[in-house]
């Protein structure tokens, strides 16, 4: 099942001389449950491609389908409601409230959507991330490793139809790079996630069942790595 299409998807910048064709008719389908490297040099357009697909900035042209949804035929307020419940997505720099500890950060979209939420649900997701013993630990008192933790457990708790994942090891050394894409890698597995990961590591992207490339604002490459199910 395919479970996010995106049909002649465009991106442009500026106009006359200064314009910039960020993506140009980009199309692709992704199976639920697959995971997908998305690579490429800086300026081919893959953070563009991400947010695009988060729901984060609306294409110029072309469609993006969630589970059948056209996601640009909603108006803004129905589109903040989908980024909430069917897009998690997961930064370099962990992008974790201050004054929240790891257990209030990983329940905050739930919290914002106005649900409350399930205990259960909470002392699995810190377990899974290896979090329990630091459920009330403020950021600044957690680890890099911990606070992307943190930050992959809040992507996760929703349950959303996709997680998109920006350089989601950038900011870390190579010790907690390698849990990182391994608890990334046990969430797809264990939870059929499916995630769309840009990353510039050719060793992580090796790790996906897919590696989509990107050059100029188009796809140039789209390979299986042989790791899938």
């Not at 991106?11 to 200064?18: A, F």
């Not at 697959?34 to 491609?49: C, E, F, H, N, R």
């Amino acid at each position: 099942m395919e479970l996010l299409e995106i049909k002649d998807l465009c991106k442009t910048y500026g106009k006359g001389e200064n314009e910039v064709k960020a993506l140009d008719k980009v199309s692709f389908s992704v199976p639920k449950g697959q995971m997908t490297a998305v690579i490429g040099p800086s300026g081919s357009g893959k953070s563009t491609l991400l947010h695009i697909l988060g729901g984060v900035d609306r294409p110029t042209a072309g469609k993006v389908f969630l589970d059948g949804q056209d996601v640009y035929a909603q108006n803004d307020h129905h589109l903040a409601i989908f980024r909430r419940r069917q897009v998690g997505l997961i930064y370099q720099f962990y992008n974790l409230i201050p004054v929240l500890d790891a257990e209030e950060n990983m329940t905050l979209p739930l919290i914002m959507d106005g649900r409350k939420p399930d205990p259960k649900r909470v002392a699995e997701m810190l377990a899974l991330m290896g979090l329990t013993d630091r459920r009330h630990h403020l950021p600044s008192q957690l680890s890099g490793g911990q606070q992307q933790r943190v930050s992959i457990g809040r992507a996760l708790f929703t349950s959303p139809g996709v997680i998109l994942a920006d350089e989601p090891t950038g900011n870390l050394d190579s010790k907690n790079s390698a849990e990182i894409i391994a608890l990334l890698r046990k969430s797809n597995r264990e939870l059929e996630q499916t995630m769309l990961i840009i990353t510039h590591d050719e060793n992580i992207a090796l790790q996906c069942d897919r590696i989509l490339t990107l050059a100029d604002g188009h796809i140039v490459n789209d390979v299986l790595t042989g790791q899938g199910r």
